[in-house]
């Protein structure tokens, strides 16, 4: 069973007793990583010591982030509250996770949309049967230097996959990608022998806990699922450069 299933298939229920797991007298985060390892049955990203409940362990995992105890009798799935200041830990660590993952995106995988001089950037995942993708693809026509990255993630409808394919081995993506989501121009049928993976897609949306179209990834890490207006973006971005 692949890694993320196997995940998916071990978070349900929310709390899961997961057994005993013989570790060191003086557990650390190594060994706190291996043991959880040896559960999930694939990488651990990272495991970290926090101040809550006696020194609960913070594991992040294939875009999960998982909180257990140093023998790793159980573990639990969920939004982790500091009592005192009400900040969400859970999500102020994912937010810095997905920063440094960002960096490591593939973005020779997405489809580079250009406009002005680019100095601005962002991460999209998107569907091409998507409307609130089309109205963000709109948006986007509205602004001025920016990049946007869009990863296509076809999970909505049946021709999802194949107009993603298209899309991909189209000679000018970005354009092919514009024309339909702005234009309804359907894209020309890609050659058989076009290789486009719908499974390494599946996957990153996987890593970065995407649960639906569009999802707008900045580079700290901050993650919005939704559609957002041209202004709400070049607020977020900040002004444009030229």
């Not at 298939?9 to 650390?28: E, K, R, Y």
């Not at 573990?75 to 999500?91: Q, Y």
């Not at 996959?161 to 354009?175: G, L, M, V, Y």
């Not at 076009?194 to 970065?208: H, I, P, V």
Request: charged letters at 20%.
């Amino acid at each position: 069973m692949p890694y993320q299933a196997r995940l998916a298939h071990a978070l349900i229920p929310t709390l899961l007793v997961a057994g005993l797991f013989s570790l060191p007298a003086q557990a650390s985060e190594e060994s706190v990583k291996k043991a959880m390892e040896a559960k999930l049955g694939g990488h651990v990203d990272s495991v970290s010591k926090t101040a809550y409940m006696g020194g609960l362990y913070e594991v992040i995992a294939g875009g999960h982030v998982l909180y257990t105890d140093e023998t790793v009798s159980a573990f639990i799935e969920g939004s982790l509250f500091d009592a005192k200041s009400m900040k969400n830990v859970t999500g102020q660590s994912l937010k810095k996770y997905y920063a440094q993952q960002y960096g490591k995106l593939p973005f020779d995988h997405a489809v580079k949309v250009v406009r002005g001089n680019g100095k601005r950037a962002m991460v999209t995942f998107e569907d091409p049967n998507c409307g609130y993708c089309k109205k963000l693809a709109g948006e986007i026509g509205k602004m001025d230097n920016i990049t946007v990255y869009t990863f296509l993630l076809p999970i909505l409808s049946a021709d999802s996959e194949e107009k993603s394919r298209n899309i991909w081995c189209s000679a000018d993506r970005a354009k092919a990608w514009t024309a339909w989501m702005v234009d309804g121009v359907k894209p020309a049928a890609a050659k058989a022998d076009c290789a486009w993976s719908r499974n390494d897609m599946m996957a990153l949306g996987q890593k970065f806990s995407v649960q639906g179209t569009p999802a707008i990834l900045f580079a700290d890490g901050e993650l919005m699922p939704g559609y957002l207006p041209a202004a709400e973006l070049d607020k977020r971005l900040g002004k444009p450069t030229r």
